[in-house]
């Protein structure tokens, strides 16, 4: 079954303490994605990968990082979390349709709450 | 980035009842998306239309580039169709996506 892959679903963590949401994808898509959602706010984009050990900045960048070692996989890393990074993460990857059009398929989220 | 706004922000239906949702944008685009969030949170897709019209049962959505705008159809709602409805776009300059803030629907039998 062709699926986008987020683990773990739902994570209780500390102030300051290193951790990492992955992301997987079994359709070969090149392209990758991480967002948050928040009340009122929809969803904005973290940081995006366009293929293998390219990655760019979205929006929201600040506290988190992302590395791209291989196509299927695209983990998020919050290394010192805090508080205002609680929230519902979800990650996408696309099928590319040419010409620049990218079709985003979703992951059904993390939800992260920093204490 | 490009803004993305939807309306309206909150619609409540009857149960067999049309509806009308829009999405504004402000800048070109080459990717326009619309999702359905259901209750339990998973966004599901209904439309990838950067221009044009499509078709999907009782969904149908126009995308009018020029113009800015896209619009979502909803005929004869179910209570199935409660949740909320983000739109997302991509620029032509890059590989970035914005999303609206969403309009949610409630359903009521």
């Known amino acids: 079954e062709a699926q986008v892959t987020q683990n773990p679903r739902y994570l209780i963590t500390v102030t300051g303490k290193k951790l990492t949401v992955t992301c997987s994808q079994n359709m070969n898509h090149e392209y990758m994605s991480w967002y948050r959602q928040d009340p009122g706010l929809g969803l904005r984009q973290i940081y995006y990968?366009?293929?293998?050990?390219?990655?760019d900045k979205g929006d929201v960048p600040e506290g988190y990082k992302v590395s791209r070692k291989e196509k299927r996989n695209f983990p998020l890393i919050l290394e010192s979390p805090s508080p205002n990074q609680t929230s519902l993460y979800f990650c996408?990857?696309?099928?590319?349709?040419?010409?620049?059009?990218?079709?985003?398929?979703f992951g059904p989220g993390t939800r992260l709450t920093v204490t | 980035g490009i803004q993305v706004e939807q309306s309206p922000p909150d619609l409540i239906l009857q149960e067999g009842a049309n509806s009308t949702l829009r999405c504004n944008f402000s800048d070109s685009v080459n990717n326009l998306q619309w999702f359905h969030q259901n209750p339990w949170g998973q966004l599901i897709n209904l439309f990838y239309?950067?221009?044009g019209t499509k078709q999907n049962g009782r969904l149908s959505a126009t995308t009018v580039a020029t113009e800015r705008y896209s619009l979502l159809y909803i005929s004869s709602s179910q209570t199935t169709d409660s949740g909320v409805y983000f739109c997302a776009v991509g620029g032509n300059t890059g590989n970035q996506f914005y999303f609206g803030t969403g309009t949610s629907l409630t359903v009521i039998p």
């Open positions: 996408a990857s696309s099928l590319s349709l040419g010409t620049g059009g990218l079709e985003q398929y």
């Open positions: 239309i950067p221009s």
């Open positions: 990968s366009m293929n293998v050990e390219v990655t």
